[in-house]
């Protein structure tokens, strides 16, 4: 069921709308802590930070944040 988690979690990388990949990298995240790899999930939970931070979504900022 990863693969298809991960899959799921690429296709909203793909999507154009920054909101959407901030949530893609933030799932992708998510799916790395869980699967023991906090190292891939720290780069991926920056990206999303910046990116909630570039939109002034300052809610999904701070949840990616504690997150790392």
Avoid: T
């Avoid at 991926?44 to 910046?50: D, F, I, V, Y």
């Amino acid at each position: 069921r990863f693969d298809e988690a991960r899959a799921v979690f690429q296709r909203m990388l793909d999507r154009p709308n920054a909101s959407d990949q901030a949530r893609g990298h933030r799932s992708m995240a998510l799916l790395d802590l869980l699967m023991g790899r906090p190292r891939a999930a720290a780069p991926r939970l920056r990206q999303a930070a910046a990116i909630n931070a570039s939109l002034r979504e300052s809610l999904s900022e701070v949840r990616n944040l504690v997150s790392l």
